[in-house]
């Protein structure tokens, strides 16, 4: 399924930057944050349940669902650390916070949590992996009566010269504590670092493959955890997919074998949310994957497809920027007074150069 059509009225997902403060201690901040957020979700669903960190009501109408938010760094915090508390991988801190330092933000700084997020197009069923966007979503079935929702969570996935497979697939094995065979290519790409490895890695601190894994149909590729966490939002994997130890122990009980894993590359997602156009875009993985002006004109094509039949007024310029510099978190594409909408893809796009060089004169301007 693609991007919902508009609503015709509010939803609960209309949620705008919030700032927190929190001059507390890790743990007891962590606590004050949950508290927070299963408070806002409950006063917007009307009810007294709580929702974990990363779990999420499905917006009855549009695709968008979270927030994006602030918290202070405190002395001895990293921006890992602090994305880790949020359920945020590491390249989605970096991008959301491209002035703070990675290791030892400065005490008071305040971090950006980019906490929302445009669902994935197509099917909103089992596990959807989007590896562009290096996050993981989870929709469990709900029983008769219970609120239908959605679970994200970040993940490490495959390296450039280990990808991560595409496709539709299921999980057909389960195993708690598992033992690790490092494969003949891994061993000696081990062995010509200098970094031997034994054949096999028996369950513990040292095994990379943390306390559980999950197997695909698709052979040699695992969903598991990790001993390394600081990895969780990178490019760091032979291929498969890691998670963060606390996050795929609370998923594991509850995917049965058979559940079905979609795995896609999807770089711009798209999505409504109270009558507005949102556009949320990634870097390409790899760039054979696509030039500039082949990422804006499919972009245009795919802004073209949403709001096909609607008088929309979209906000080109705004587009080009979120394509030429994808931040990762959702921008809305609706401009205050439109002008007649142009007709032709060259029109759309002098159009979008015009602005540009307009905003880039009264920038200097000013």
Excluded at 29 to 45: E, I, K, P
Excluded at 267 to 288: C, F, I, N, R, S
Aim: aromatic residues 6%; negative net charge.
């Amino acid at each position: 399924m693609g991007p919902s059509q508009p609503p015709t009225h509010g939803n609960h997902e209309n949620m705008t930057s919030m700032k927190h403060s929190f001059p507390l201690g890790l743990a007891a901040r962590f606590a004050t944050t949950l508290g927070l957020c299963a408070a806002l979700a409950t006063s917007l669903q009307a009810s007294t349940e709580e929702w974990p960190r990363g779990h999420y009501p499905l917006p009855e109408e549009g695709d968008l669902v979270g927030e994006v938010y602030t918290v202070v760094a405190e002395s001895g915090d990293t921006l890992i650390d602090i994305g880790h508390e949020h359920g945020i991988g590491y390249e989605e801190m970096v991008r959301a916070n491209p002035e703070v330092s990675i290791w030892a933000p400065f005490e008071g700084t305040e971090v950006v949590i980019p906490g929302r997020f445009i669902l994935p197009e197509g099917s909103r069923e089992g596990l959807v992996v989007n590896v562009a966007e290096m996050r993981l979503y989870y929709y469990p079935p709900a029983d008769e009566g219970e609120t239908p929702r959605v679970e994200t969570y970040p993940i490490a996935v495959g390296r450039m010269d280990w990808k991560t497979p595409l496709g539709t697939t299921r999980i057909t094995e389960k195993v708690k504590d598992p033992a690790w065979y490092p494969p003949a290519s891994i061993r000696r790409e081990h062995a010509e670092a200098g970094d031997p490895l034994p054949s096999v890695v028996p369950p513990g601190p040292d095994n990379p493959m943390g306390t559980r894994k999950m197997r695909l149909g698709i052979p040699g590729y695992l969903i598991h955890g990790t001993n390394r966490p600081e990895g969780v939002g990178m490019r760091v994997t032979h291929g498969c997919i890691r998670m963060l130890p606390e996050d795929i122990e609370a998923l594991f009980p509850r995917l049965p074998i058979g559940t079905q894993v979609t795995l896609i590359n999807e770089t711009l997602k798209l999505g409504w949310a109270d009558g507005t156009l949102h556009v949320q875009a990634y870097p390409y993985l790899d760039e054979e994957d696509g030039t500039t002006i082949q990422r804006i004109t499919e972009a245009l094509d795919q802004v073209d497809t949403a709001t096909d039949g609607l008088d929309y007024p979209v906000d080109y310029a705004r587009l080009r920027e979120v394509v030429e510099v994808p931040q990762g978190m959702p921008v809305a594409l609706e401009v205050s007074t439109p002008d007649p909408a142009p007709e032709t893809l060259w029109d759309r796009l002098e159009l979008i150069a015009a602005d540009t060089e307009s905003r880039e004169s009264q920038a200097e301007e000013s």
